[in-house]
């Protein structure tokens, strides 16, 4: 089992930047991919960004050249950076991570842009 937790969310205004981070703890060993999803009032979860175990990287268009996934050096670690905010990156962003046969989702921060 991996379990993850995220910090780093907050109010921010427009323009300004955050930084998302997110902790596995468990069996690390076995986590392939991890990333970064969100999910707006009213709308679906939706992928942000994601970061596979070799090393590519796979974003929304909508964040593309504002944010940055990033994976720390005891790999156990995922960052967000994100620049460049807009009121419409509002929600609670999620860490996912793939491990062996499963799927572990955080518990979500949220990230709130103001305009």
């Known amino acids: 089992q991996v379990q993850l937790v995220e910090s780093g969310g907050g109010l921010v205004q427009a323009g300004g930047s955050l930084r998302l981070s997110c902790t596995a703890s468990g069996s690390i060993f076995s986590i392939s991919d991890m990333g970064w999803y969100r999910q707006a009032p009213g709308k679906q979860r939706e992928l942000v960004a994601m970061?596979?175990?070799?090393?590519?990287?796979n974003y929304a268009d909508s964040v593309k050249g504002r944010f940055t996934i990033s994976r720390g050096n005891a790999r156990n670690t995922v960052y967000l950076q994100m620049n460049s905010l807009k009121p419409e990156d509002t929600a609670v962003y999620y860490c996912?991570?793939?491990w062996g046969v499963g799927i572990t989702w955080g518990q979500g921060t949220r990230v709130t842009v103001s305009s």
């Open positions: 996912k991570s793939l």
């Open positions: 970061l596979s175990s070799g090393g590519t990287t």
